[in-house]
């Protein structure tokens, strides 16, 4: 039996057989993509708020007579795949023929309890539409049972009731009456509880306190958010009856956590309809300013939507919307916003940081329209493309801002109570592009975290209250969590204490000498880019590259993959492999690009060598074969991807080797002839180091 996802969705239903069950668990088992669809399928299946598909999206693709066709397993195989294909892509269509299977597995499973009377009057429906006689009842007239002399009343209201039929006996009349009881007497009990859990009378302590005798327990911390706190809000003062006529002591001394400053509580704001409107992407207005901070080295570009103008920002210089901002790697840009909100575009280097592909950070700002709903509308609008982006409220009158985020698909409104702080981060893939998607959009992550304060999510299906320190995720394999974590400590990677490491003081010389050489010439950003490659030092080349890339100059990116210096031709890849991440029509771009200098043959393998392998092939010993036969490849960018994937399959056997892409013929002849005599005696793949103990 075939794993598809009509097979899964019999297996998650317990709809097979035992002997097919099995078979189903060891395939699953086996299947990482099945343990994926089918977790998928539980989430969407539970998710909240979720709409329907909407029946003019897709054509005639998804209408019902589809759906029940698929589930009926009478589908014709041509609509079959695109069916499928459909559900894989879309959360919506997923969820529509999920809980569609289920509530039919529910329906047929067990036979319809139908009143004997309604079944009759059906009968008679049918019958009377036959005969051409109306059987509609005559006003004020009583329309008599169809067969006389069986009362079928009671079973009916027992069908009613969702009960099973039974004997037609004189104890059913009695079942009403008696569940009325029942239900009574609950209901008494349970107002008995409630007034015996009124406060008493205070009882003297031996200090002279006075505490409440029936005063609840502490709550527990994690609870801490939703329950109140009754100790601190009705605290009895000295006299019980004196403070009949005071004003609750929660006007007095404000619980705290309430608002991090001072205890207010910020105004009300209108509820935003959801979701919101697209951005305004047409209107060109200030935004705000750069700021310049001496603990951060800022290199900020703009560019005008599409025009590809790339211009430096320097500080107190207007920010406009609509404008793509990018701060190159490595580089931090703040930026002071007219709303009262900051935003610091946090670029980075793996000197700085190693442990998440995140390279430059780039937004697009959007005009925000206030007008009579005011209050619903954002204090900040923006689209983050990629990257990393801090996030602090600043507003005067200490008042929370609401802040817009946009990326892929998503929208997510955040509000930042008075000096809350937090920052999103989005990142595509492990450095690139993933061959498990193939042709489709590459894997995507986002991470929100708050670090300060308090700061509120709300979305298309969540309205999460995240005080810090916490975490909140979201992928576009499986969505957004579904709550978000609360977290003991910030690891350092997420905090702003990141420093340059000692050892790589050449980078840190390599960032202030280009930003110096783009801020003393008024050229077009990519030809001072350009200019100075050869200029630099090995640091210098390798930030160019990586800043050739953020700044979509891939014609560049690819004449440093046949520089002559190894560590220039290394961030030529990781630049192309960070570029291709974005999105799913970047692999498209960047073929295009390539067919106008190598052959089509050519193009195919760097393609496939710009991805990133999946565990089954790093395990398999034709992968090696083929990147071993690329070794003799007669282009310097083929023979460098190829060795560059065998130093990170298996790093001892080419350290030992010592093949070099650009060195002589008979040097990379031999070093590839080792690499045959490796993969012929079977020690390649190599063995995977032992677990530490």
Same mark, same amino acid.
Request: with cysteine; net charge neutral.
């Given at each position: ?6 097979t899964l ?10 002997a ?7 395939k699953?088992a086996?299947s ?13 299946s ?7 598909p909407?029946?003019?999206s897709?054509?005639? /693709? ?26 894989l892509?879309?959360d ?16 047929? =499973?067990?036979p ?7 079944k ?8 009377g539409?036959k ?19 069986v ?5 009916? +209201? ?5 009960l ?15 569940a ?9 009990? *349970? ?11 205070s009882v003297?302590?031996?200090?002279g ?22 100790? /601190? ?13 005071k ?5 007095k001394?404000p ?13 009300p704001? /209108? ?5 919101p409107p ?15 901070d001496?603990a951060l080295?800022?290199l ?14 320097v500080?107190?210089?207007?920010i406009?919307t609509?404008?793509? !901002? ?5 580089f ?7 709303s ?15 442990k998440?592909?995140l ?9 925000v329209?206030? =007008?009579?709903?005011? *209050? ?12 990393r ?9 200490? /008042? ?20 809350? +702080? ?7 893939g ?26 509120k999510?709300?979305d298309?299906?969540?309205?999460e209250r ?17 709550k ?8 350092? +990677?997420?905090?702003q ?11 840190e010389?390599?960032m202030?000498?280009?930003?110096g ?5 008024d050229?077009p ?8 490659l ?5 640091? =210098? ?7 050739h890339?953020?700044?979509?100059d ?6 440093? !993959? ?11 890849? +990781? ?9 799913a =029509?970047?692999?498209?771009k ?5 067919l ?9 393998v ?10 089954k092939e ?6 090696? *074969?083929?990147l071993?036969?690329e ?5 310097l ?12 399959l ?8 010592r ?11 031999? *070093? ?12 390649l793949?190599p ?7």
């Amino acid at each position: 039996m075939r794993l598809t996802l009509r097979t899964l969705l019999a297996y998650l239903d317990d709809t097979l057989e035992p002997a097919e069950i099995k078979q189903i668990g060891q395939k699953v088992a086996e299947s990482e993509t099945a343990q994926e669809l089918i977790a998928r399928i539980k989430q969407v299946s539970r998710r909240r708020r979720l709409s329907a598909p909407p029946p003019a999206s897709t054509g005639d /693709k998804f209408d019902p007579n589809t759906v029940a066709e698929y589930l009926d397993n009478t589908l014709p195989s041509e609509q079959l795949a695109e069916v499928e294909k459909l559900c894989l892509e879309s959360d919506v269509h997923l969820a529509e023929i999920a809980t569609c299977h289920q509530i039919l597995t529910l329906v047929l =499973g067990e036979p319809a309890l139908v009143p004997p009377s309604a079944k009759r009057r059906m009968y008679t429906l049918v019958e009377g539409s036959k005969t051409g006689i109306s059987t509609k009842p005559m006003a004020g007239s009583t329309a008599a049972p169809a067969v006389r002399g069986v009362d079928d009343s009671s079973e009916d +209201e027992t069908l009613l009731l969702g009960l099973p039929a039974m004997s037609r006996g004189a104890w059913l009349r009695w079942l009403i009456p008696l569940a009325g009881c029942l239900l009574l007497a609950g209901l008494a009990v *349970a107002i008995w509880q409630a007034l015996s859990s009124q406060p008493g009378p205070s009882v003297v302590q031996r200090d002279g306190g006075k505490r409440d005798r029936d005063a609840p327990k502490p709550t527990d911390s994690k609870h801490a958010d939703n329950v109140q706190d009754h100790d /601190k809000d009705n605290k009895p003062g000295k006299d019980d009856d004196s403070d009949k006529d005071k004003k609750p002591e929660r006007d007095k001394k404000p619980d705290k956590d309430r608002h991090p400053e001072n205890g207010k509580e910020p105004a009300p704001q /209108k509820e935003t309809s959801w979701p919101p409107p697209p951005p305004n992407t047409k209107t060109r207005q200030r935004a705000g300013t750069l700021v310049h901070d001496n603990a951060l080295q800022d290199l900020l570009m703009a560019t005008p939507a599409g025009t590809h103008k790339w211009r430096r920002v320097v500080a107190k210089y207007p920010i406009m919307t609509s404008d793509e !901002l990018v701060s190159l790697p490595g580089f931090r840009s703040k930026l002071e916003l007219d709303s009262g909100v900051q935003l610091i575009l946090w670029g980075n280097l793996v000197e700085q940081m190693d442990k998440a592909p995140l390279r430059e950070s780039a937004v697009t700002l959007h005009a925000v329209e206030r =007008g009579k709903a005011e *209050a619903a509308v954002p204090d900040v609008d923006f689209t983050l493309s990629r990257g990393r982006v801090w996030i602090s409220n600043h507003k005067k009158g200490n /008042k929370a801002a609401v802040v817009r985020v946009r990326f892929h698909k998503e929208i997510w409104d955040l509000t930042l109570q008075p000096g809350a +702080e937090c920052f999103v981060e989005l990142w595509g893939g492990q450095y690139g592009w993933s061959a498990e998607l193939k042709e489709e959009e590459p894997r995507a992550l986002l991470y929100l975290v708050v670090s300060q304060g308090l700061v509120k999510l709300h979305d298309n299906y969540h309205q999460e209250r995240m005080p810090a320190p916490a975490v909140f995720n979201w992928n576009n394999a499986r969505g957004a969590a579904e709550k978000h974590e609360s977290l003991p400590k910030l690891p350092p +990677e997420w905090t702003q204490s990141l420093q340059m490491r000692p050892e790589a003081r050449p980078m840190e010389r390599a960032m202030n000498d280009l930003q110096g050489r783009l801020s003393s010439s008024d050229k077009p950003v990519s030809i001072i880019l350009a200019e100075n490659l050869n200029k630099a030092d090995d640091a =210098g080349r390798q930030l160019i590259v990586l800043c050739h890339g953020a700044l979509d100059d891939i014609e560049d990116v690819l004449e440093a !993959l046949d520089a002559e210096r190894p560590w220039v031709r290394d961030s030529a890849v +990781e630049a192309l492999r960070h570029w291709l991440a974005r999105s799913a =029509g970047q692999r498209d771009k960047l073929k295009t690009i390539l067919l106008s200098r190598y052959k089509e043959s050519e193009v195919d393998v760097l393609l496939h060598l710009l991805r990133v392998p999946t565990d089954k092939e790093r395990e398999e010993a034709a992968t090696f *074969a083929y990147l071993i036969d690329e070794l003799d490849n007669d282009k310097l960018a083929i023979r460098h991807l190829a060795h560059w994937h065998l130093l990170r399959l298996a790093y001892r056997d080419a350290l030992k080797l010592r093949y070099d892409p650009n060195g002589p013929t008979e040097q990379r002849k031999d *070093a590839q002839a080792k690499w045959k005599e490796l993969l012929d005696k079977g020690k390649l793949p190599p063995e995977p180091p032992p677990p530490p103990r």
